[in-house]
């Protein structure tokens, strides 16, 4: 069982920046990929990005391209997503997710733990 305690939302202001963390318990998460999602109210949610296991490969969703910023230090047992240049439609409540040991990032339906999510709004 994998535990998962996100922080760093807020409020900011369109264009500004957020750092993300997701704190992680257990003494193996250098085996599980990461991930982050996102939901905004009405909508479902959505797939934000995520980093492999490894640390090696990220993946993002097109909107958040060249924005946001997945990393991970296994040594703290913490994923980060650093979110700049940010918009009012990345307004959501943010969580993170633990995939099975070894399995893709990229393959949402390997993401199994959840964090309670954390509120950001970006006001225009």
């Known amino acids: 069982q994998v535990q998962l305690v996100e922080s760093g939302g807020g409020l900011v202001q369109a264009g500004g920046s957020l750092r993300l963390s997701c704190a992680a318990s257990g003494r193996t998460f250098s085996s599980y990929p990461m991930g982050w999602f996102r939901q905004a109210p009405g909508k479902e949610r959505e797939f934000v990005g995520g980093?492999?296991?490894?640390?090696?490969?990220?993946y993002y969703k097109d909107s958040v391209k060249g924005r946001f910023t997945i990393s991970r230090d296994n040594a703290k047992n913490t994923v980060y997503l650093q979110m700049n240049s940010l918009k009012p439609e990345d307004t959501a409540t943010y969580y993170c997710?633990?995939?099975?040991?070894?399995?893709?990032?990229?393959?949402?339906?390997?993401?199994?733990?959840w964090g309670q999510g954390t509120q950001v709004t970006v006001s225009s």
């Open positions: 980093i492999s296991w490894s640390g090696g490969t990220t």
């Open positions: 997710a633990a995939g099975r040991p070894f399995s893709s990032a990229y393959d949402l339906n390997e993401y199994i733990y």
